[in-house]
Every structure is written in structure tokens, then in C-alpha cells.
């Protein structure tokens, strides 16, 4: 395993996983709800009265926000190794795992854990091994 030192970012991570503890924390202290992306969309697509503009406002910032940055800072230009049907079936698979695990990374994993919630602790150790394994399967398994 190489490491790319060049891309290597720990005081910019460490600001961003700040930033997103800040936030989910927030969240939950002042709004009583959890930071959980899916949670959060979904509930826009059936959504409650007087729900809709705490989560528009969060989906929103999660779309402005690397707009913004972009402003400021030059933007990394990804590079994703898949094509598009794998990216598809990559989102389908996520979006199906999502609501089989009744939450997401960022609910389970950033929230759930957070509070110490055994289902989240189950839930995000499934996502991790499904994770290792797929990449394993890609990376060293496939025949080409």
C-alpha cells in the first residue's frame, strides 16, 4: 500500500470532522433531530407539517456549501475508477442498504455512535465490512 503523502490533508480533516461533529450536534441539541442524511431527504419526499424547512435547509447546505468553498479554494478534481452503470448500481445499492439498515453513515456512524446506540454500532460495523469486502472483490478478486 502507497501512500499518496501529497493528498495527505490531516489539519483539513481534522477541521471538516469538527465541522460535522459541530453540526450534528447542533442538530440534535437544538432541533432534537438526528444528522442522518437519508433521514433527512426521505423526510422531504413524505414530508410532515412544519418539517420541511429545517431539512430543505440542511440538504441545501450540504449542496451550497461546496459551491462556496469553491470560491475561496481551488477545487480537487475527483477520480472516480467505474463507469456510470457501476456508479448507478453503486447508488441503487447504497439507497437499498440505507433503508435496510434504517439509517445511513453519517446517522449510524457520526450520530448513532456518538450516543452510543448498540444498533448503530451493529450497523455501521456491516457498512465497514461490506465495504472492505466490495473493494477487496474489485480491487483483487475479479478476473480481467
Given at each position: ?21 459541530l ?24 414530508p ?62 457520526v ?31 475479479t478476473?480481467?
Amino acid at each position: 500500500m502507497n501512500i499518496d503523502w501529497n493528498a495527505f490533508t490531516p489539519l483539513a480533516s481534522l477541521a471538516g470532522g469538527l465541522l460535522i461533529g459541530l453540526a450534528a450536534a447542533m442538530l440534535v441539541l437544538l432541533n432534537g433531530r438526528i444528522a442522518g442524511i437519508s433521514g433527512i431527504l426521505g423526510g422531504l419526499l413524505g414530508p410532515m407539517k412544519g418539517d420541511v424547512l429545517w431539512r430543505l435547509a440542511f440538504v441545501l447546505g450540504l449542496v451550497a456549501s461546496p459551491i462556496l468553498y469553491a470560491r475561496f479554494a481551488p477545487v480537487p478534481v475527483p477520480r472516480i475508477d467505474a463507469g456510470w452503470v457501476g456508479l448507478v448500481l453503486a447508488g441503487v445499492l447504497v439507497g437499498v442498504g440505507t433503508r435496510y439498515g434504517g439509517g445511513c453513515t453519517s446517522g449510524h456512524g457520526v450520530c448513532g455512535l456518538s450516543r452510543l446506540s448498540p444498533r448503530s454500532l451493529v450497523a455501521t460495523a456491516a457498512f465497514m465490512a461490506a465495504g472492505f469486502v466490495t473493494v477487496f472483490l474489485i480491487r483483487h478478486a475479479t478476473v480481467t
